[in-house]
Every structure is written in structure tokens, then in C-alpha cells.
């Protein structure tokens, strides 16, 4: 693990977190309209299925609240992979992410070798951005969260969820993982057999940890996994 990510910031959250979106900031420069426009091009030429859907992103977190606005997906990423346009766009876009428990252990996920986000690495399954879902404003993370592990690991039902436990933000990117405990009564033989048959391409790899062998646990994961394995796991 590098530096970087072991100085992500990791802040508490109250279980009553309250979601607040307000209209989204206008962009009057066209040098970084020009900018945006050349960094989705060329992440097309290379993921040509992206989608610019709509992302939130915060322009205020507290243990309690979180007040934020939805705008274009290619913003964020052109974010991600400018320097310039980063300092310029200023933006904190929002995640969610689980520590999927089961029977066996904790459930993990290695991230495709071509993801556009940290390739790699594991982590707590799922994970991904809070992205609009049909004409809805209400931003519904537990929703989201379910969403995303139906897509990821191919499966939804029999599964409970912890409230929001932390956010966790990524120190270059700025993008702010809220953190989930899940807990299912699925051993972890039935969760690999439904992440082959069902679920999209996110993980190359699916690995489960006894409870009790987190501690020497050597694989390397993102931070915000480790924050809620301190939390989640005695």
C-alpha cells in the first residue's frame, strides 16, 4: 500500500445521515469544457461502452450530513485523469462500497486488471459510484448499494445492511467512499457460483477471510475495506 492511500481520511458517520442536493455549479471556462471533452474521447477509444450518466458529488460532509448536486459522469473522470482539469473541477464525487460478511468470513474482490479505477486492488464488495437510476433526485444509498451488488457479485436478496458506518476519501481523486457493513446467511461457495454465472466484469477474482485470520490478512486493500474491518470485525 502506498503513502497516498494510507492517508485517506476517514470520517465516522451517524446512522440518521442526513442527504441534501442542491443545483450544480455552472462551467463558464472553455479551455476546461475543451478539456473534459478530449479526456472522454480518448477513454472512449480504449472503454467505447462508458456511459456519461449522472453522478453526485458533495460539496459538504459532516458525521451527520452530506449536502451535494448531480452532474456529468465525464467531469469526475476527467478529473481522475487531469492534473489541471482537477484543480479546476474541485469535485468529491460520491461511492458507495460493502464489507460483505457470510458464514465463511469476509468476502473480497480484486479489481479488474482494466478498470479505470485502481486496477488491482481489493476490496470490499460492491463498490461504485452513487449514480442516478431512472428520474429520481433523491439520492438512496442503501438502494444504490444493493444495486451495485446485484451488478458485481450476482445477487440481492437475503442480505441485511448495517447503517452508514464512515466515508473515506481518496486523498487524489477526492472520491468519497461511504462504507456499508452487509451481512448474508449465503455460504461463500454460493456467493462465487453467483458472481460466475450472473455478475458483470468489475472483479477478475472473489477471495473469502475467516473472521479471525483478518489480522494477519497480507493482501493488499484499499483503506476504506480496512476502516470497516476495524469496525466491523472484533
Given at each position: 500500500?502506498?503513502?497516498?492511500?494510507?492517508?485517506?481520511?476517514?470520517?465516522?458517520?451517524?446512522?440518521?445521515?442526513?442527504?441534501?442536493?442542491?443545483?450544480?455549479?455552472?462551467?463558464?471556462?472553455?479551455?476546461?469544457?475543451?478539456g473534459?471533452?478530449?479526456?472522454?474521447?480518448?477513454a472512449?477509444?480504449?472503454?467505447p461502452?462508458?456511459?456519461?450518466?449522472?453522478?453526485f458529488?458533495?460539496?459538504?460532509?459532516?458525521?451527520?450530513?452530506?449536502?451535494?448536486?448531480?452532474?456529468?459522469?465525464?467531469?469526475?473522470?476527467?478529473?481522475?485523469?487531469?492534473?489541471?482539469?482537477?484543480?479546476?473541477?474541485?469535485?468529491?464525487?460520491?461511492?458507495?462500497?460493502?464489507?460483505?460478511?457470510?458464514?465463511d468470513?469476509?468476502?473480497?474482490?480484486?479489481?479488474?486488471?482494466?478498470?479505470?479505477?485502481?486496477?488491482?486492488?481489493?476490496?470490499?464488495?460492491?463498490?461504485?459510484?452513487?449514480?442516478?437510476?431512472?428520474?429520481?433526485?433523491?439520492?438512496?444509498?442503501?438502494?444504490?448499494?444493493?444495486?451495485?451488488?446485484?451488478?458485481?457479485?450476482?445477487?440481492s436478496?437475503?442480505?441485511?445492511?448495517?447503517?452508514?458506518?464512515?466515508?473515506?476519501?481518496?486523498?487524489?481523486?477526492?472520491?468519497?467512499?461511504?462504507?456499508?457493513?452487509?451481512h448474508?446467511?449465503?455460504?461463500?461457495?454460493?456467493?462465487?457460483?453467483?458472481?460466475?454465472?450472473?455478475?458483470?466484469?468489475?472483479?477478475?477474482?472473489?477471495?473469502?477471510?475467516?473472521?479471525?485470520?483478518?489480522?494477519?490478512?497480507?493482501?493488499?486493500?484499499l483503506?476504506?475495506?480496512?476502516?470497516?474491518?476495524?469496525?466491523?470485525?472484533?
Amino acid at each position: 500500500m502506498t503513502d497516498t492511500q494510507t492517508s485517506w481520511h476517514v470520517t465516522p458517520l451517524s446512522p440518521a445521515l442526513e442527504i441534501v442536493c442542491h443545483d450544480a455549479p455552472f462551467l463558464n471556462d472553455d479551455t476546461v469544457e475543451a478539456g473534459i471533452d478530449e479526456v472522454w474521447h480518448d477513454a472512449l477509444a480504449v472503454h467505447p461502452r462508458l456511459y456519461n450518466g449522472r453522478v453526485f458529488c458533495l460539496s459538504e460532509l459532516t458525521p451527520s450530513r452530506l449536502s451535494g448536486f448531480w452532474c456529468e459522469y465525464r467531469w469526475v473522470l476527467a478529473q481522475m485523469r487531469s492534473p489541471a482539469l482537477a484543480s479546476h473541477l474541485k469535485l468529491r464525487s460520491l461511492a458507495v462500497t460493502g464489507l460483505l460478511i457470510c458464514p465463511d468470513g469476509v468476502v473480497l474482490g480484486r479489481r479488474n486488471p482494466n478498470s479505470l479505477y485502481l486496477p488491482g486492488y481489493w476490496q470490499g464488495v460492491p463498490a461504485g459510484s452513487v449514480e442516478a437510476r431512472g428520474e429520481q433526485e433523491p439520492v438512496d444509498l442503501g438502494a444504490q448499494l444493493l444495486a451495485e451488488l446485484d451488478e458485481e457479485i450476482g445477487f440481492s436478496d437475503d442480505v441485511s445492511l448495517t447503517p452508514p458506518l464512515l466515508a473515506c476519501e481518496h486523498t487524489e481523486t477526492h472520491i468519497v467512499d461511504i462504507g456499508f457493513g452487509i451481512h448474508t446467511t449465503r455460504r461463500f461457495d454460493l456467493i462465487e457460483s453467483a458472481w460466475r454465472k450472473r455478475a458483470n466484469d468489475e472483479y477478475d477474482r472473489l477471495e473469502c477471510h475467516p473472521l479471525d485470520a483478518l489480522h494477519t490478512l497480507e493482501t493488499t486493500v484499499l483503506p476504506t475495506t480496512r476502516a470497516m474491518m476495524e469496525r466491523l470485525v472484533p
